[in-house]
């Protein structure tokens, strides 16, 4: 990673970590041969009172159950910087070229 990524990934790391407090809890449908992340809630309160829609909506696909993954602040703040500074990556490419 070149210098300047470097520098903007901190500087997103430490803005990000005034907006997040909680872990992040992606969901998923399964089955026991295999899952689909359906939902991702930014605190445990929201997704606990979504559960029983979820669990509905579940049957009606017809998976077996609900699961999910709890997700640090560090974890998701990590993903989303490499996201955004992935978008930004290719808007600079598309705009001015490969340079």
């Not at 990000?16 to 969901?27: I, Y």
Request: aromatic share 12%; net charge negative; charged share 35%.
């Amino acid at each position: 990673m070149s210098n300047s990524k470097d520098v903007l990934k901190k500087i997103f790391r430490e803005k990000m970590k005034d907006h997040f407090g909680q872990p992040m809890v992606r969901v998923y449908y399964g089955s026991h041969v295999c899952s689909e992340e359906i939902a991702v809630f930014y605190d445990e309160d929201t997704y606990i009172a979504c559960l029983p829609a979820l669990e509905k909506q579940a049957k009606e696909r017809r998976w077996e159950f609900v699961w999910e993954s709890m997700v640090d602040d560090d974890v998701l703040i990590e993903e989303l910087s490499d996201s955004i500074l992935a978008r930004r990556e290719t808007v600079l490419t598309e705009k001015w070229g490969d340079d």
